[in-house]
């Protein structure tokens, strides 16, 4: 158990609907990453927030958001939704700053979009 | 951050040693060498990670060449629940970019 928690473990929605991914961190990590894992692109890396502020910015569509709230938890939201957003969403946090500090997963939240 | 390559798929005998190979032939000085695994669709799990020196944990041995051009991940006996994708991963400041990896099948 890496500590990290994310709700809901599967999600099926349609096609042009939104959701939210929720991340709750280990317990005294301040920054949060998310994660993309679909069948044919790998685990690509989306976004990073440290402490409530936007850290780092990877491969994310702009019909995804994130944000970091005071008590640590993050949420990822997808509008808009395609076929193509079907996968993995994971999210990480870690201790520190940077991409160098030890990143702990959390189990993922699988979505379908129908 | 560096480019890695690594073989797609590797086998292993249960009990024997597996040892996963990367190659980082652009790594600059200040960036580390992580591995990471993830089993079936589960969260990744960081197993060590090294600078210029080798490294030893529970888990694994790390064994980055002098020139750090490449390393290799050792698992010391390997056993059934090894079987995994292992990801070779080149961090400086900046956020963890992971490759497609080698899935390691250990085989009774």
């Known amino acids: 158990d890496s500590g990290v928690t994310q709700t809901p473990k599967h999600l099926i929605t349609a096609t042009g609907q939104r959701v939210t991914l929720r991340c709750s961190p280990r317990s005294g990590d301040l920054s949060v990453y998310w994660y993309q894992q679909s069948l044919d692109q790998g685990l690509q890396f989306l976004i990073q927030?440290?402490?409530?502020?936007?850290?780092a910015k990877g491969n994310i569509l702009e019909r995804f958001s994130a944000q970091q709230f005071p008590d640590l938890h993050s949420e990822l939201n997808l509008s808009s939704l395609e076929l193509g957003d079907s996968a993995l969403y994971f999210c990480?946090?870690?201790?520190?700053?940077?991409?160098?500090?030890?990143?702990?997963f959390g189990p993922g939240t699988r979505l379908t979009v129908t | 951050d560096a480019k890695t390559t690594q073989p797609t798929s590797m086998d292993c005998a249960e009990g024997r040693a597996a040892n996963l190979p990367c190659n980082h032939s652009?790594?600059?000085?200040?960036?580390?060498v992580y591995w990471y695994r993830q089993i079936h669709s589960q969260g990744p799990q960081y197993i060590i990670h090294?600078?210029?020196n080798n490294e030893t944990n529970e888990m694994a041995s790390l064994i980055i060449t002098e020139d750090r051009k490449s390393s290799t991940l050792i698992l010391p006996h390997a056993t059934l629940r090894d079987t995994a994708v292992y990801y070779c991963?080149?961090?400086?400041?900046?956020?963890?970019?992971f490759g497609a990896g080698t899935r390691l099948t250990v085989k009774p």
């Open positions: 927030y440290y402490n409530g502020e936007e850290r």
């Open positions: 652009t790594i600059s000085g200040n960036e580390y």
């Open positions: 991963i080149v961090v400086n400041n900046n956020d963890m970019r």
């Open positions: 990480a946090s870690s201790g520190g700053t940077s991409g160098r500090a030890r990143q702990y």
């Open positions: 090294g600078l210029k």
